[in-house]
């Protein structure tokens, strides 16, 4: 059980173009979802924590305007990368936290690799 | 700001052998810890977590110490197998919400 998915798991686009990434928990309602970025070589940044009906809240830093966020049902998240530029090349990664689940647990997805051209 | 982090960035054991993995933390508030693993091109798998008002927990293979007194948190695997390579990360939550500060991450590389 709590398993987590995410789409694409690579996705490859030109500079200026804008790229979707779902998050879904397929086995669980999770109302707040996580989004975090992780370069090379590098640990995992948190970007948004996502709550299911409501926006999205940004860490300091993250542009809201760029990284679009919706959290439409318990088990589906979207980020959006407006207008993606090669600095955006990343891997993204999702977590969800089940609804009925224990406090602080988070149930990670298997990250999606953005290359932007 | 408040952060956490991790002693060394590589740790390369022999196959057999316990390994320790170390992990600095500066959050006094924090009070819930998790250490993850993540292989290549995947996502972070949870290994053991440990709340603050514990100093020890085991699972299989695996124990977490927790230190309040010096913020630092360890991670013991017994008799490391190759399957263990890895990069273990970390992570710490204040309470306050679900948000987790996750540390640098240390590869972690099991000699045959």
């Known amino acids: 059980g709590a398993v987590v998915s995410q789409h694409p798991s690579r996705v490859i686009c030109k500079s200026g173009t804008s790229v979707k990434i779902e998050c879904r928990s397929l086995d669980f309602q999770a109302t707040t979802m996580f989004w975090y970025r992780q370069f090379p070589k590098q640990s995992l940044m948190l970007m948004a924590t996502?709550?299911?009906?409501?926006?999205?809240?940004?860490e300091q830093g993250v542009e809201k305007d760029k990284f679009l966020i919706n959290h439409a049902s318990l088990t589906l998240s979207t980020l959006t990368v407006t207008s993606a530029h090669p600095e955006d090349s990343s891997f993204y990664i999702c977590?969800?936290?089940?609804?009925?689940?224990?406090?602080?647990?988070?149930?990670f997805g298997p990250g999606t690799r953005l290359t932007v051209l | 700001g408040e952060s956490v982090g991790l002693h060394l960035p590589t740790l390369s054991v022999q196959e057999g052998d316990n390994s320790i993995i170390n992990c600095a933390y500066s959050?006094?508030?924090?009070?819930?810890f998790i250490w993850y693993k993540q292989e290549s091109g995947k996502g972070p798998q949870f290994i053991i977590d440990?709340?603050?008002?514990?100093d020890k927990r085991q699972g299989q293979r695996v124990t977490v110490l927790l230190n309040k007194t010096v913020k630092h948190l360890s991670l013991q695997i017994a008799a490391t197998q190759p399957g263990d390579s890895a990069v273990y990360f970390c992570a710490e939550n204040t309470g306050a919400n679900s948000k987790l500060t996750f540390g640098k991450g240390i590869t972690l590389s099991v000699r045959p």
């Open positions: 977590s969800a936290s089940p609804t009925s689940g224990r406090a602080h647990e988070q149930f």
């Open positions: 440990i709340r603050s008002n514990m």
């Open positions: 959050n006094s508030a924090s009070d819930y």
């Open positions: 996502s709550n299911e009906g409501s926006k999205a809240t940004y």
